[in-house]
């Protein structure tokens, strides 16, 4: 039987995703000369306990695309509740991404760990593959570390937190 229904258009797939709260999260690198580059992503998440595996999604367009394609680790930023404006400037183009933003360079990789987050996950990059207009970042976690506060969400296109009943 032919599908006969009209092509989902960008408005209805994001109604239709925007329905699925997301965690929000900065995943940063640094480029051969030392440049650090970040982006903002609430596509992320585990993959695989052996080896460890975690994933993100990069827009092909974004800025910081190249750094991505050739670099060999990442570190993962879980943000936490009250970094709503630090997810905005990261998700921002041509803004200077990282001024303002303390930051500490992570144990395994020295990559830009973005302070007050509640998880750092540092990685090796394990694969990358094409999926429409972005690229899908596997990393194998090497190292990372937990705090105590409360994750960022992102859900009907604003932040929020979780509330457990």
């Not at 599908?3 to 480029?31: H, S």
């Not at 030392?34 to 609430?42: M, N």
């Not at 429409?132 to 976690?141: A, F, N, Q, R, S």
């Amino acid at each position: 039987m032919p599908d006969t229904a009209p092509p989902v258009t960008k408005e209805l797939f994001r109604k239709l995703v925007g329905g699925f709260p997301a965690g929000v999260t900065i995943v940063t690198t640094r480029d051969a000369n030392g440049t650090p580059w970040g982006f903002t992503a609430s596509s992320f998440c585990s993959v695989s306990l052996a080896p460890p595996l975690v994933l993100v999604c990069l827009e092909d367009a974004a800025d910081c695309h190249p750094a991505f394609a050739a670099a060999a680790s990442m570190t993962i930023n879980i943000l936490a509740v009250g970094q709503g404006d630090v997810a905005m400037q990261f998700a921002s183009k041509g803004a200077d991404k990282f001024a303002g933003v303390a930051i500490t360079p992570g144990a395994h990789t020295s990559l830009p760990l973005i302070d007050g987050a509640v998880s750092h996950i540092e990685c090796k990059i394990h694969a990358r593959h094409a999926a429409g207009d972005h690229t899908i970042l596997v990393g194998e976690v090497i190292g990372g570390v937990r705090t105590d506060g409360d994750p960022l969400a992102y859900f009907g296109r604003s932040f929020g937190s979780f509330k457990p009943e």
